[in-house]
Every structure is written in structure tokens, then in C-alpha cells.
């Protein structure tokens, strides 16, 4: 009996004029119904300190559609008006939570748009090459891979570069599959994106770095037009072009080093950072971004699910380079950074900073495992 879960597929979509005319539609009609509720909150919590909730907005919703001013409401993806308002109500939560910000108001000049709706009687479905969506039809999709299962939802977006792409949210069953069987440790960095316990030295591509200067070169270009004009907008589709490909390079790398590693090993041992906290030091805060360690660690989680793989997290406190890997020894003039290579002096071993670290890791990591 195989366990059910849910996938995401992202696929390229080329609506024609008209379909984008109804898609934008919808990223408008998704965008006023947030930003009006927003205000509605607001409003009503200020004068008589009262708490408009999720089921509530939803009936002023439905009312608001038969009024003269916003009857356009009532042509647009009904679905994805609801969510529009969990989304809200989603970010209240948040922030009530302090895991976020208070909300904030959606503007048509964002560099991305997206409404996501609900498959309600199958009204979301692949015919052949083409996808159906609520309201805007028959859709031209490149469909990159296949699947198997239930879509329960899809998140219509449009890139900064004028691209459009469906997200599907995929119920399927998790057929595990196999892995080699074996055992490694993993120590992220900046000069080599992670070493292993086997003695793999895996570069980072620096995505951003490589594209740096002409990223610079081409923003420059886009502060001297004039804005609004029909260059600047132009210059502005270049920039995003750019960003794309930096996006593009880092995430194909990121997923072929997630693959290689639960593919390859039935145990994974890694270290937890706190990149939120190393984001704050303004000398290493673009290098960590582009490394995207916070990405990484979630893929391996979620693919580790479909290899059966077992993730162990080391504490953040484990002192995995200060400790040789052959006797145990705790070094502390090893806390400096800039030191890459060091001499046990209790046993007399060479070390490598990283792949000693990797070790530990790996170590302390089996320890974990066995004790649960």
C-alpha cells in the first residue's frame, strides 16, 4: 500500500492574446479583491476594534459581485477570488504569528503576478498539449515531464520577462525509489558550495558573480530611460532576462546535486545553519544569497522522501571543524576562519578544514541516528 503526498509541476504555458487579455483579467480582479478586503480589515479594526475573518469576507465577497461598481468581479475565476482571500487571511495569520510582516498592498507594478484556483469537478486537466484552465480555455503547455495522479490546484504566473507558467499541485502516490545505500557527510561553504565525507570538492557556481558585471552594465542602461516609455520598458525586460538566467543556472544546479546525493546515499548528514542570521553580515550577505544553502537543504528534504532516504541535522553548536576526525581532539585555534588546513597536535594528522568538518558531521550524525 503506497502512501499519497503532494507534488508540485511547473510547466511552460503560451496563451494566445486573447487567453493573456483573460489571465491578466484575473491578476487584476485577484489583486483588487486583496487589496480592498485589506482595507476593509483595517478599517473596521481601527473604528470598532472588530475582526473581519476569512468566512466573513467570503459572504461580503459574493455580495459585492451583485453590486454596479464592481460587477467585473463576477466575470473573473470565482476560485481564485477565494483564495485571494485565504491568501490574506493567510497573511494575517503570519503576521499575528511573528512570522511575518503586517500585510501589504499588491500593486499591478510588481515584478511578478500570479492567482492560483481550485480543481472543482475537474475543471483544471491535461488534453493531449494542451491545458484547461477555468476561464481562459484551452492552453498551449509544454508539458517537460509527466505525471500521474490528481491535480488538486494551479498557480498561473507571469515572469518578469513576460513569460507565463502553471504550477500544478499533484496528488500521487510515492512509489519509493531505489538508492545506492550509501553513508555521506556534507559540509556547505562559499569557495566550494559543499565537501563530503567521501572527499568530493563540489565548486559553486556563483550564478550571480558571473553575471555581475553585466547585470550592472544593463541597469545602468535601464536608469538612463525615461520612465515609462516604451525603451525603458524594453531595458526592463533585458534586466529581467538576466535575472532569469541567473535564476535558471542556480536551480539546475541545485536539483542535479540534490538528485546525485539521495540517489547515491541512504544516509545524509548535514549541519543546520542559520542563514537568516548570516544573511545580516553585509560582507558575506551577497555571497550566502547566491550559494541559496536554505534552497538546497529543502530539496534534499523533499526528495529524500521519494529515494527513502534518512536526513539527519547536526546542531548549529557542533564544533565539526575545531575536532579531528582521527582521535577527537578540540582545536580552538581552528575557530579562525582563514586557517583551510591544520596538524592534530595530539595525533599528529593533516587536515583539510572542510572535509574534517564533513567527517564529523557524519560521525556526529550516525550518533544521532543510532540514539533515535
Not at 475573518?53 to 477570488?81: E, G, H, W
Not at 535564476?247 to 546515499?265: A, M, P
Not at 536526513?311 to 575557530?335: A, D, E, M, R, W
Not at 583551510?340 to 558531521?361: F, S
Amino acid at each position: 500500500m503506497y502512501m499519497l503526498y503532494t507534488k508540485g509541476y511547473k510547466y511552460r504555458i503560451y496563451p494566445n492574446r486573447a487567453q493573456i487579455n483573460r489571465i491578466e483579467n484575473i491578476f487584476g480582479c485577484c489583486r483588487f479583491v486583496f487589496n480592498y478586503f485589506l482595507t476593509l480589515r483595517r478599517t473596521a479594526w481601527k473604528i470598532s476594534g472588530q475582526s473581519i475573518n476569512y468566512v466573513l469576507s467570503s459572504r461580503i465577497l459574493t455580495s459585492l459581485k451583485k453590486y454596479r461598481p464592481y460587477v467585473f468581479l463576477a466575470s473573473s475565476d470565482s476560485m481564485a477570488l477565494q483564495e485571494s482571500l485565504k491568501d490574506l487571511d493567510r497573511a494575517y495569520q503570519n503576521f499575528f504569528d511573528k512570522r511575518n510582516s503586517y500585510p501589504k498592498y499588491k500593486s499591478k507594478h510588481f515584478h511578478k503576478q500570479s492567482y492560483r484556483t481550485r480543481n472543482v469537478n475537474n475543471c483544471i486537466r491535461v488534453e493531449g498539449k494542451h491545458l484547461i484552465l477555468p476561464k481562459v480555455g484551452k492552453v498551449k503547455i509544454k508539458l517537460s515531464r509527466s505525471f500521474k495522479g490528481r491535480i488538486l490546484n494551479a498557480t498561473v504566473s507571469r515572469d518578469p520577462s513576460g513569460k507565463y507558467y502553471v504550477s500544478l499541485c499533484v496528488e500521487e502516490e510515492l512509489i519509493p525509489k531505489p538508492n545506492a545505500g550509501g553513508m555521506t557527510g556534507i559540509d556547505v561553504g562559499l569557495h566550494d558550495f559543499y565537501v563530503d565525507s567521501n572527499g568530493n570538492h563540489i565548486p559553486n557556481p556563483k550564478a550571480l558573480r558571473r553575471y555581475e558585471k553585466k547585470l550592472a552594465r544593463e541597469q545602468r542602461r535601464l536608469s538612463r530611460k525615461v520612465k515609462g516609455s516604451k525603451n525603458s520598458k524594453k531595458q526592463r525586460r533585458e534586466v529581467s532576462r538576466i535575472h532569469e538566467k541567473i535564476h535558471n543556472l542556480r536551480t539546475d544546479f541545485l536539483h542535479k546535486e540534490s538528485t546525485r546525493l539521495v540517489s547515491e546515499n541512504q544516509v545524509i548528514c548535514m549541519e543546520t545553519l542559520k542563514v537568516k542570521g548570516m544573511v545580516r553580515n553585509h560582507h558575506l550577505a551577497k555571497s550566502v544569497s547566491d550559494a541559496s544553502w536554505s534552497r538546497f537543504f529543502s530539496m534534499l528534504k523533499y526528495k529524500s522522501m521519494e529515494y527513502g532516504c534518512d536526513i539527519i541535522q547536526v546542531s548549529t553548536f557542533f564544533p565539526s571543524s575545531q575536532l579531528c576526525s582521527c582521535c577527537g581532539y578540540k582545536n580552538p585555534v581552528v575557530k579562525d576562519l582563514s586557517i583551510r588546513k591544520w596538524v592534530c597536535p595530539c595525533c599528529g594528522a593533516e587536515h583539510d578544514r572542510d572535509m574534517n568538518a564533513a567527517i564529523n558531521i557524519l560521525k556526529e550524525g550516525m550518533k544521532l541516528l543510532t540514539a533515535a
